[in-house]
């Protein structure tokens, strides 16, 4: 089993910063991808940036939120800065992984840390 657990959220006003942090441990024999995604109320899970192969950044963040991995640490990180209230949900870490030599990649999400952009 593979578990992935965020820190890093809060409540921030609008114009600040926050780093997210998320780590990967148990039965992981290589990381694929690792990521972010959010979840604002009343609406559904979207990419927020991905680091795999390439990096990818959803539309809404380009410019102000920048992904990084320690691959020897297997943790990914989130860096958002000039956070708008737009930007308030649910952040999930996301990574795809292989669990034993050959095997087959799967999807695992942590538990998801509040971000709140608020005056």
């Known amino acids: 089993q593979v578990q992935l657990v965020e820190s890093g959220g809060g409540l921030v006003q609008p114009g600040g910063f926050l780093r997210l942090s998320c780590a990967a441990s148990g039965s992981i024999f290589s990381i694929n991808t690792m990521g972010w995604y959010r979840q604002a109320p009343g609406k559904g899970r979207d990419m927020v940036a991905t680091?795999?192969?390439?990096?990818n950044y959803a539309d809404s963040v380009k410019g102000r939120f920048t992904i990084s991995r320690d691959s020897a640490k297997n943790m990914v990180y989130l860096q958002m800065n000039n956070l708008k209230p737009e930007d308030t949900a649910v952040y999930y870490c996301n990574a795809i992984v292989a669990t034993m030599r050959g095997g087959p990649l799967r999807n695992y999400w942590g538990q998801g840390t509040q971000v709140t952009v608020s005056s």
């Open positions: 680091s795999g192969g390439s990096t």
